[in-house]
Every structure is written in structure tokens, then in C-alpha cells.
């Protein structure tokens, strides 16, 4: 059960360069999340997917756009990067039980560096 | 939106000794509240949470206490231990089942052996 999958691990981009970032879930939840993490700033959301078929903005969405491409994945887009875009991003993913909240799941990180 | 304070930003014990660490939190629909660790250079990972309707949950040398009322929650670890050194995370999820989460700006934790 490899949980959440994100790709690449690392990346070094150019200031202009675009690119995506997967995530997949192999545990059936419905909610995918999308975050940034910078030193001393915590984990912000960035856009979240309550389910498939919808999405949401989160705290720091400019720069970005996403896609729930099924109830497994959701994909990250930088479509012109920008050094403040440098960080480490998580995808992250939770069902729903009894009670609609449930914690969530990381994947290991992807470390992007906007040179 | 919902805004989440945590504190201290960093805490330093002895080895045996307990930690606290705190947070608030701003919107009284939120129901749900884990707790994550995040060790150096790999994913947060739940380490305990409480919902809305529980006061107090223990599990082992952790616990985490809800005053609803005053919309703060917390962290205690007791008997501390070099391997409890890593960041802590609060977070808070808003009802309605969408689950909007926001997190808290974490703890860094060192256990001092």
C-alpha cells in the first residue's frame, strides 16, 4: 500500500519555465490538498479537492492551477515560475467516515528550486 | 477564514521532562483538530487529534486537551525523549465536510539528552 505518491522528488526550474507536479492515492479518499511549506511559515494550503470533480482555492493560490484528473490524482501546475515559487511542496489526501473530517495522508515532498 | 496560532515557535527540554505546546484557533465551526509531527527532511505524520465533542484523548506519553470555549488546544508530551525531537504541527478543520484545513506555523522541538 504505497499510501501518497508525489513526482518528481526534486526539481530545478528556470524563472519562466512551467511544469506539473503529480500526486496519486491508492487509499480511495475522496479530499486531495495540495501545500507549500517555507521555513517558518508552516504548511499553506495552496488549492484542495473535496472531491472528484471539484476544486478549491486555498490560502496562496496565485501562481498556480490544479486538476482532479480522477478520484486517484491531482496534478500542481506552475505555468511560469517564479523564485518565490521556490519550496517544498506536499500533496496530501483524507477521506471521510463517520464524521466528515478525517486526518490527512502526506506524500514525501517535492523540493523546487526557481533558480 | 479560520486562523490558527501556535506557540512557542521553539522549545528546548531535558530528556524525562514534559513539553506543552499550544494553539488557537478563530472559528468556532471548527470540529476537528490533529496533531502532526514532522521529522527533518520527511513528511508530517499524525501523531493524535480530538474532535469537537471530546475534551480530553491520551494515547501513551501523549495527550491532547480542547477547551472549546476558549478555542484553544494542546499538546502535552510526557517523559520525554531524544527520538520526540522533531516540528509539531497543530491544525483545525472547518465543518461542513469539505475539509478546509488550516495549520498552525509549528513547533520546532529538541529534547536535550
Known amino acids: 500500500n504505497a499510501g501518497v505518491t508525489q513526482t518528481p522528488k526534486f526539481q530545478v526550474l528556470k524563472t519562466g519555465q512551467s511544469m506539473t507536479l503529480q500526486c496519486a492515492q491508492d487509499?480511495?479518499?475522496?479530499?486531495m490538498y495540495w501545500y507549500r511549506q517555507d521555513p517558518g511559515m508552516g504548511l499553506r494550503l495552496i488549492y484542495y479537492?473535496?472531491?472528484?470533480?471539484?476544486?478549491d482555492k486555498g490560502e496562496v493560490p496565485n501562481g498556480y492551477n490544479v486538476s482532479r484528473l480522477n478520484k486517484r490524482e491531482f496534478s500542481l501546475r506552475l505555468e511560469s515560475a517564479a523564485p518565490s515559487q521556490t519550496s517544498v511542496y506536499f500533496c496530501?489526501?483524507?477521506?471521510?467516515?463517520?464524521?466528515?473530517?478525517?486526518?490527512?495522508?502526506f506524500g514525501d515532498g517535492t523540493r523546487l528550486s526557481i533558480l | 477564514g479560520e486562523n490558527v496560532e501556535q506557540h512557542p515557535s521553539t522549545l528546548s527540554v531535558q530528556e524525562g521532562d514534559s513539553a506543552v505546546i499550544k494553539c488557537t484557533y478563530s472559528?468556532?465551526?471548527?470540529?476537528?483538530f490533529p496533531w502532526y509531527k514532522q521529522e527533518l527532511g520527511k513528511r508530517p505524520q499524525l501523531i493524535i487529534d480530538i474532535r469537537s465533542n471530546v475534551g480530553e484523548k491520551k494515547d501513551q506519553r501523549i495527550a491532547v486537551t480542547l477547551n472549546k470555549t476558549a478555542k484553544h488546544f494542546s499538546l502535552h508530551i510526557t517523559e520525554t525523549q531524544p527520538e520526540d525531537s522533531a516540528v509539531y504541527f497543530c491544525?483545525?478543520?472547518?465543518?461542513?465536510?469539505?475539509?478546509?484545513?488550516?495549520f498552525g506555523t509549528g513547533t520546532k522541538l529538541q529534547v536535550i539528552p
Open positions: 487509499m480511495n479518499h475522496n479530499s
Open positions: 496530501a489526501s483524507s477521506g471521510a467516515g463517520i464524521y466528515s473530517n478525517q486526518p490527512q495522508h
Open positions: 491544525a483545525a478543520h472547518e465543518g461542513g465536510g469539505y475539509q478546509k484545513v488550516t
Open positions: 479537492s473535496a472531491s472528484e470533480g471539484t476544486t
Open positions: 472559528d468556532s465551526a471548527s470540529n476537528y
